[in-house]
């Protein structure tokens, strides 16, 4: 099993910044490529970035202002958040697959964190 823990949300108002984490115990947290998903209310879950050892990966409704990274000697992910909009307001998740590349399918992911709510006010 792996455990994820996120942390780091709240609210902000439009253009300001936010720092995610996600915490990981358990298991050999290096092995896993890392996404971060989020679900607006009334909305499906959507991927937003992805990191593998492949490289990351971005939704376009993020790139350029949000950043993914990793540190594994803490088993830790991240996702830096600038330029923040109304519209990124949703509660945020991490997950984990033991593969070596990312997807967008929440489905493709076997560990989940229990979300944390970001919202931006205008």
């Known amino acids: 099993q792996l455990q994820l823990v996120e942390s780091g949300g709240g609210l902000v108002q439009a253009g300001d910044s936010l720092r995610l984490s996600c915490a990981g115990s358990?298991?050999?947290?290096?092995?896993?490529?890392m996404a971060w998903f989020r679900q607006a209310p009334g909305k499906a879950r959507e991927v937003v970035a992805g990191?593998?050892?492949?490289?990351?990966n971005y939704a376009s409704a993020v790139t350029g202002r949000f950043t993914i990274s990793r540190d594994n000697a803490k088993e830790t992910v991240f996702l830096q958040m600038n330029s923040l909009r109304p519209e990124d307001t949703a509660v945020y998740y991490c997950?984990?697959?033991?593969?070596?590349?990312?997807?967008?399918?929440?489905?493709?992911?076997?560990?989940w964190g229990q979300g944390t709510q970001v919202t931006v006010s205008s």
């Open positions: 358990g298991r050999t947290f290096s092995s896993y490529s």
């Open positions: 990191i593998s050892p492949r490289g990351t």
């Open positions: 997950a984990a697959r033991q593969r070596t590349w990312v997807t967008e399918y929440s489905t493709d992911y076997t560990y």
